[in-house]
T-cell receptor, first 112, second 116 residues
Framework: NAGVTQTPKFRILKIGQSMTLQCTQD?????MYWYRQDPGMGLKLIYY???????DKGEVPNGYNVSRSTTEDFPLRLELAAPSQTSVYFC???????????FGPGTRLTVT | AQKITQTQPGMFVQEKEAVTLDCTYD???????LFWYKQPSSGEMIFLIY??????QNATEGRYSLNFQKARKSANLVISASQLGDSAMYFC?????????????FGTGTRLTIIP
């Protein structure tokens, strides 16, 4: 099992550009999450999904969109990149809402 | 109000000693869960241990144990016989249900450095 995979590992965007961060898990987990981690801080939840076709906002959803068309994939879309979105983005999945979350390796995004 | 508080931004501990990382939390939900994660310098998040609010006993996983004091709303992580590989950031996190929207809230972390 690969676990949770994320692409790309690194990306530099110009202000106003768009991009999609990819996340895939092969553990058949229903629950998936997107977090961002700013320097020296803990993780903040952006969006989460409790199953294919169902998504909900987390603590910091503004400027992002998600979709969940399959159990495996949970892409995160940035439409108009802003410097405030410079961060490390983690995708995670869990078997249940109370279970441990398995994290991907992260995507380091810089917006200039 | 801060839901998860980690008051120790950094700690230095001698190798082979035990270390306690503090975590206090705030919730009005009777059903919640507490997690500890380790983040080495390589950046990945590694799950260490979980404690449910209704669990009668403190959770243990190898050298990790969770000192759960419900009345004090604290969930400290204890690492016994520390090793050089334990040097990392450690995050406490809580899952609670707020108006049906369950989510994981992280503290700001403690950077642990093990001294040889």
């Amino acid at each position: 099992n690969a676990g949770v995979t994320q692409t790309p590992k690194f990306r530099i965007l110009k202000i106003g550009q768009s991009m999609t961060l990819q996340c895939t898990q092969d553990m058949n987990h229903n629950y998936m999450y997107w977090y961002r981690q700013d320097p020296g801080m803990g993780l903040k939840l952006i969006y989460y999904s409790v199953g294919a076709g169902i998504t909900d906002k987390g603590e910091v959803p503004n400027g992002y969109n998600v979709s969940r068309s399959t159990t495996e994939d949970f892409p995160l879309r940035l439409e108009l990149a802003a410097p405030s979105q410079t961060s490390v983005y983690f995708c995670a999945s869990s078997y249940s809402i109370s279970g441990e979350q398995y994290f991907g390796p992260g995507t380091r995004l810089t917006v200039t | 109000a801060q839901k998860i508080t980690q008051t120790q931004p950094g700690m230095f501990v001698q190798e082979k000693e035990a270390v306690t990382l503090d975590c206090t939390y705030d919730t009005s939900d009777p059903s919640y869960g507490l997690f500890w994660y380790k983040q080495p310098s390589s950046g990945e998040m590694i799950f260490l241990i979980y404690q449910g609010s209704y669990d009668q006993q403190n959770a243990t996983e190898g050298r990790y144990s969770l000192n759960f004091q419900k009345a004090r709303k604290s969930a400290n992580l204890v690492i016994s016989a520390s090793q050089l590989g334990d040097s990392a950031m450690y995050f406490c996190a809580m899952r609670d249900a707020n108006f049906g929207n369950e989510k994981l809230t992280f503290g700001t972390g403690t950077r642990l450095t093990i001294i040889p």
